[in-house]
């Protein structure tokens, strides 16, 4: 089919989302000449993706229940902008069949898979059938819900985890993006993890099934980047490693899987298509698979929707997959590069790799840290990119993801990567609120990172924060120290470097010091 | 005016990282860092108590600074409260912004040490407050769907 892509392939979008997943689909836009629309819950009036979009409607209060994920409001927001399509980002509605079939029910157009294919894999248990009718490996597992609470399914559920092999995971089936699980390593705790489990889904997803799967150690994350237009093309666009995990969520991703060889890409890239096609994909999606040490793939889920980590695979590509989304959305049949690239990429010529800072504390278990960000400096140069949803004086709220930027970097191949993504780490300045930076300091320099040997429990096994916040704790005494010693003069604070310009970040400047100040406040002050 | 002491604190994680200094020491030069001085709290002014936070490797640090010898006053007279037995009710307050998710307790509940008492949500992750101390709780301040800040008060353990 003969490609058309002169006219714009949309008047006006909506974007469904918020932070830098939203600027990241505005950018798209105005690449491509479409008018862009954002929605905002009160937290988010002074958003920048509010303040990026040619228009913005309010769509209810701070908590994603109420706003974000409320699809009547977005809807209306939709048709009371006249928008011909709606972008919902990934996170919040992105996967939800009924918000597809609502928003196609206006006469809008949804960018993404169609509402079937989101009801067939929305349902995990659903999606390991069909992998299995396909020929596809699946991690072993049950292949329907474990019922809970009722007469002998205690036995039955023990009976069968034995059969499956502990440690065995306790699965969400409305599950994503790593909630919904738990691991369970002894017998006597599987009863009480199970019902908690389906608890837990039940309020998270509106659905108590759950299902258990083994657990495999030492094993890798690897997904597969898949597009498929409207006329039944389906082709894999490389593959990401993001084994690099906390609490089953993402920490940092790279294209290509460091290791992998062209054959093991070709292998894995085939049997991505394979399931995407069982399901009949249309737009953009991501197959997960659990690649074990001895390099056997078992296939987990389909992510029906652009992932976070879609960067590498544009930097390793050279492929917009936003654009390509938006020109699939409007009918259009995937491009001479889209599959040229599809096999380039079984032999990639760059690496790419991305880290996730979010507002986070690393020595607190990754305990999400909200607060206003009094400093943020953000890294440039070549090879660095940065999507970002903060800026430098913006309070992040406790209500959303925790996620606040992403910085990539490409380069010739994966040692020259590392190298780079020191340097731009070394350029990030933070301040306010802890972030998950010195994570990734330490990462870039770990011995098992740096020589590709990436597991999905590095973290867990070898993160070790508490020497290295000690370390910067003494530096810190010691830079605060050296600014009070006696004698700093005002005009020498003012000349310190990295201050001048920036009146918030001016220490104290006193005449005579501020270690003398705070000895004469000793001394005028009376205690107690 | 003798040389002053000064009394540096880094707060950590568990444990503060405190060091004295005379104004005769020659600190590390950490030419790269740059403090900058946050607004005091009320007990830092009350305190006569300088705050600055610095980063250092990504990690966002804040340190106090004060006279030693007044530090040292104040220790004293905190420690003899605690001897006379005026240990009084503990107010827990949160220590990230966040909305209620559960709550097990109400006035009147006994507790032991490390007892949940409640959580809060924050970015999609649940965390428990647990019982700092065994007591009874004589107050809960917050009910689930509560938004709390940072600081605000949760409940107190008496």
Redesign the interface.
Known sequence: MKQSRTEPPFRRLLIANRGEIALRIIRACRELDIETVAVFSDADADALHVRAADQSYRVGPAPAAASYLVADAIIAAAVAAGADAIHPGYGFLSEQAAFAAAVEARGIVFVGPTPDTLAGLGDKIAARQSARANDVPIVPGTFEPIAVGGVGDEQRIASIASEIGYPVLVKAAAGGGGRGMRRVDDPAELSAAVTAAAGEALQSFGSASVYLEHYVEGGRHVEVQLLGDAHGNIVALGERDCSIQRRHQKLVEEAPAPGLTADDRRRIHGLAVRVARSVGLRNAATAEFLVTGSGEAYFLEVNARLQVEHGVTELVSGIDLVHEQLWIAAGQPLSDEVVAASHDLVQPDRHAIELRISAEDPARAFAPMPGRISRWREPAGPGVRVDSGVAEGMTVSGDYDPLLSKILVVAPDRDGAIRRARRAVAELETGGIQTTLPFHAWLLRHPAFVSGAVRTDLVDRDWAPSPLREAAARRAISAVAQLLRPGRSASEDAGTPGVAGHPDDRPDATTGGAWAQIARREATERWP | ?SP?R?R?V?L??DDD?V?E?T?A?????????????LAPTADDRAA?R?R??????????V?T???A??AA??ER?TRLSAVTGHAGPLTLKAK????VARVWVTVGTEVQQGDRLLSIE????E?EIRAPRAGTVSAVAVAVGDRVE?GSDLAVVG
């Open positions: 005016m002053s000064l540096l880094a950590g994680v990282l060091v200094l104004s020491d020659d600190p590390d030069v950490e030419h790269r860092l740059v403090p900058r001085r006569g300088d600055f936070e610095v980063t250092v490797d990504g990690w966002v640090i340190v600074a004060e006279s010898d007044r006053l104040r007279a990230i912004p966040g909305r924050a970015m999609k992750m965390n940072l």
